[in-house]
Structure formats: structure tokens, C-alpha cells
């Protein structure tokens, strides 16, 4: 009970973050050390996630087809659908910013750290969820930019250059390619100093959510933003991410996936990064533009892991109450 009362620290770590931007935000010379800082932070994020990742472990799962095919369809088809069907159904009630903001939310990949935690509690098929999580960001490289320049065209507000796509490849995609090359090297280092690298990874998160938060204070961005968006949002996420929650469940079922795969089906496609979702924003958005672009992002982050987490909870015992009697 206690722990449910308590906040996440990263969510604590991140409202602190995102305070010091609106005190002290950081400018000039100082924004441009932030700036190279944050970019270096995120490369070695996708360096070391490349280091972890086990090339045995990605092959057995990428045999379960129909399942990624699903909870990639999840990720880039129907989160977009639904975002621009909230948008359609309530135009008003966001600020353009802000619904840009809903907008490249739902066309971000899937989570790989969290997906997999959660399918793994949940007692779901964990092979897969490897597979199909670290495809749905590798693919998200090259599909986010398109996507999010597709719906904000659709908007009448204009696309995004193509050629930001290769600034995303230079900063996630390379350094990612080069730890999985360095894998046999450092693959056992990094296994043994886990949770010393973790706190590196939400660490450079940080950084360049301070990044982006400073440059929107520094240009007078929130001024323009109320409690009342604040709530429309989160209730807007809730809806989002209870209608694909709903989704998954019933699309898994309805195709004949096993129960562990459903778990992983849920878990996979119902989450959005925030890993990848922050230096893309400040890659394809001006960063005054960006620190609000994120917002919607950081809300459904939290939403997505406090729900998951009680939802891997309930997968949990009723796998645990089916294993004894598949067993009899």
C-alpha cells in the first residue's frame, strides 16, 4: 500500500527537471552545452542498449510474426487513427501546440525496457516481447518522422523534412548498431553494472527534458499553457490509453493468441517511449516548440506505467491459476 502511495522517482525526478527549467532555464552559451550534452547522453543510451540486447534472444523471437505484425499495426496504425479521431471528434479543446503534442505521441514506437519488465511480471511470452519491442523502436527510426509529417500534413500544418530522418539515424540508430558490434566485448560489463547504467539511462532522459523545457521558458511558451489543458490532457491520454488497452485485449483474443501472448501483445502495443520520444521531438520541433511537444508524452508515460503496472499484476495471477491446471 505504501509503495502505491508513493510517486515513481523518475516522475519525481522529472517534475524537478522540468521546475529548474521554469527557475532556472538554461540560455545562450549555457543552452548550447546543454544541448551537445544531452545529444552525447542519448547516443550512449542507444549504444548501451544495443550492448544489452542478446542477438540470441531477438532470433527466437522473431519467428512469432503474426504477433509483431499485430503490435506493430498497434503502434503505427491504430494510435495514429485514434489520435486523429480525438482530434476530430474535439478540435477545441487543445491548443495547437498541444495537440501536435497527441499527435506525435501517437505516432512514437513502443517502450523496450518497460514493455519487457511488464510482460515479464505479467508472466507473458518475454522472447517475444524482446523482438517485438526493439523492432517497434528500430522501425519507429524511419516511421515516426514520416507518420508524424503525414498527420500534421493531413492537418494543414505542414510536414516534416526528410532529411531530419538522418539526423535521428545519426543520433539513435548508429550508436545503437555500434553496441550490438561491441556486444561480445562489453555485453558482460554491462549485464554486471545494470543498475548503475539504468540510472545513467534516466539520467540523460532528464537532461534532455531540461534541454527542451529550458528553451520553451527562455521563449515565453508557457505562458501560454493553463490547468485547464493540463487536465484535458490527462484525461485525453486516459481515453487514448484506455481504448488501445481494449484493442489489443480483444484483438489478441479474437485471433487466438495464447494467454502469454496477449501479455506481451498488451504490453507491447500499448506503450509509447519516452526514451526515443524526447530527442525526436528535438530533432523534428524548434526547441522552444519542443519542450511543449513533449508534454502529452510525459503524462501518458506515467498513466502507461501505473495502469501496466497493476494490469501485469492481474495477468500474473491468472496465469498463476491456470498453470496448475494445465499441469493436472
Request: with cysteine; glycine share 8%; proline share 5%.
Amino acid at each position: 500500500m505504501l509503495r502505491r502511495l508513493i510517486p515513481d522517482p523518475f516522475l519525481l525526478a522529472l517534475i524537478c527537471v522540468v521546475t529548474l527549467a521554469a527557475l532556472l532555464p538554461a540560455s545562450g552559451r549555457a543552452a548550447d552545452a546543454v544541448d551537445v550534452l544531452a545529444s552525447f547522453a542519448i547516443g550512449m543510451l542507444f549504444f548501451l542498449q544495443g550492448a544489452r540486447l542478446a542477438r540470441e534472444t531477438v532470433i527466437s523471437g522473431i519467428t512469432h510474426w503474426r504477433l509483431h505484425l499485430l503490435v506493430l499495426a498497434c503502434t503505427f496504425v491504430l494510435f495514429p487513427i485514434l489520435g486523429m479521431a480525438l482530434h476530430a471528434a474535439a478540435p477545441g479543446l487543445l491548443s495547437e501546440p498541444l495537440w501536435i503534442g497527441m499527435l506525435f505521441l501517437c505516432a512514437l514506437p513502443s517502450t523496450v525496457q518497460s514493455s519487457i519488465a511488464f510482460t515479464s511480471i505479467g508472466k507473458g511470452n518475454v522472447p517475444a516481447a524482446i523482438c517485438s519491442a526493439t523492432a517497434s523502436n528500430l522501425f519507429g527510426i524511419f516511421i515516426t518522422p514520416v507518420l508524424v509529417g503525414a498527420l500534421l500534413s493531413a492537418r494543414g500544418d505542414g510536414g516534416i523534412d526528410v532529411s531530419q530522418i538522418g539526423k535521428i539515424v545519426m543520433q539513435l540508430l548508429l550508436p545503437f548498431i555500434a553496441g550490438q558490434v561491441l556486444r561480445p566485448k562489453i555485453g558482460a560489463f554491462v549485464a554486471r553494472h545494470k543498475k548503475v547504467l539504468s540510472i545513467t539511462d534516466r539520467s540523460s532522459i532528464l537532461l534532455v527534458v531540461y534541454s527542451a523545457f529550458s528553451a520553451a521558458v527562455v521563449n515565453g511558451v508557457w505562458q501560454r499553457l493553463s490547468g485547464h489543458d493540463l487536465i484535458v490532457l490527462l484525461v485525453l491520454d486516459s481515453i487514448l490509453l484506455a481504448l488501445v488497452l481494449g484493442v489489443t485485449t480483444f484483438a489478441s483474443r479474437a485471433l487466438g493468441f495464447s494467454k502469454p501472448d496477449e501479455v506481451t501483445i498488451v504490453f507491447c502495443g500499448s506503450k509509447k517511449t519516452l526514451a526515443s520520444g524526447v530527442p525526436m521531438a528535438n530533432v523534428l520541433f524548434p526547441g522552444a516548440q519542443a519542450g511543449i511537444v513533449i508534454l502529452p508524452l510525459m503524462i501518458f508515460h506515467q498513466i502507461q506505467l501505473m495502469v501496466c503496472a497493476w494490469l501485469a499484476q492481474r495477468y500474473a495471477r491468472a496465469i498463476g491459476k491456470m498453470e496448475p491446471a494445465a499441469a493436472e
